[in-house]
């Protein structure tokens, strides 16, 4: 069954200024993760079937063109070539990506390009990446993106009220998106690499799902540091501990820097061995990425003919 949405909570300070990360053990305890499950063969293949589906196929460049937003789409909706497809017969999958992610300019685009498939398109909105547009104009850049036909929006918090400690301010802007976003799915972006400590990180997780977040994301892809493991097991820590206080669950979305096949598995560990299998769904797990697609499917064309294919060869390169 889909998770029941987060309608969030009151603003607890007690329960955010009391929160505490040790970096050092954080490290060690993600510095085992890519040991811990060594996935081979066919095993292998069936990660990196379910990392296919749990991907937000993502394009967020000035040089976006209708164009190359329907080829995306038909990518998502056909991420494999028909070759791997059938020796893997995994036709009656019906495998896609978990959405498309865009700009608001191309939201109506994705729409037409994806409809049939189920398939939601994903805008991010509120002034991305830097989310320092005028308030009015980030709520109405969301309002916009919904009558569009997003269903999903990845909108971005304001960073100064995290580094200056302003709990409240932060609560208020991101229920105030949430109430923007109406029927549509909210994925939070924290931009972790702008946060300074890892207890920043925990404490903005935490309010961010009191105020009504859907999703917690770790990154808009443009900040210098983006999805590390270290900052993936507190978000994820916050996950669990707001869903035993709560009884809610919390989707998980890294973006930024995940380009390869082996960093979507040990994404992928992560999310079982901390939050369980549930999390393995893209009801409640996304990548965030727009290289990625390239380097699994490789893998699973190694896998079927024992030979690599040169990344040219790839559909999205």
């Known amino acids: 069954m889909p998770p029941v949405r987060n309608p969030g909570t009151a603003l607890d300070l007690s329960v955010v200024k009391a929160i505490r990360v040790n970096r050092s053990a954080v490290e060690r305890r993600t510095a085992t ?27 967020l460049s000035g040089d976006d063109t209708p164009g190359n937003v329907r080829r995306l789409c038909a990518k998502a909706a056909h991420p494999l070539k028909p070759e791997i497809v059938s020796a893997l017969s995994v036709a009656d999958l019906h495998l896609t990506t978990g959405a498309v992610c865009v700009y608001h300019r191309y939201v109506a685009t994705a729409v ?10 994903a805008a991010v909105s509120t002034g991305f990446p830097a989310g320092l547009s005028p308030f009015e104009q980030r709520l109405a850049e969301i309002r916009a ?24 301010a932060l609560f208020d802007e991101v229920r105030a998106f949430r109430d923007a976003c109406g029927d549509a799915h909210m994925k939070t972006i924290l931009g972790v690499g702008e946060l300074a400590t890892l207890t920043n990180v925990a404490r903005a997780s935490m309010v961010a799902m009191m105020a009504g977040s859907d999703f917690i994301k770790t990154s808009t892809g443009k900040e210098t540091s983006n999805a590390t493991l270290p900052v993936g097991l507190v978000m994820t820590r916050m996950i669990r501990d707001f869903g035993e206080r709560t009884g809610y669950e919390v989707g998980f979305k890294p973006a930024g820097g995940i380009r390869t096949a082996k960093q979507a598995l040990d994404w992928l560990v992560l999310m079982k061995e901390e939050l369980g299998d549930r999390w393995l769904r893209p009801q409640l797990f996304r990548f965030g990425a727009s290289g990625l697609l390239t380097d699994v499917e490789r893998q699973l064309e190694h896998f079927v003919t024992g030979r690599y294919a040169a990344a040219y060869r790839q559909p999205m390169v």
């Open 33 to 59: 993760l890519p040991g811990r499950r060594s996935v081979k063969k066919e095993w292998q293949a069936a990660w990196l079937l379910r990392a296919i589906a749990c991907m937000d196929l993502t394009t």
């Open 145 to 168: 993106s919904v009558a569009a036909g997003a269903t999903e929006i990845d909108i971005v918090v304001t960073r100064a009220h995290v580094l200056t400690g302003n709990w409240e």
């Open 112 to 121: 037409e390009a994806l409809r049939g498939t189920g398939i939601p398109v």
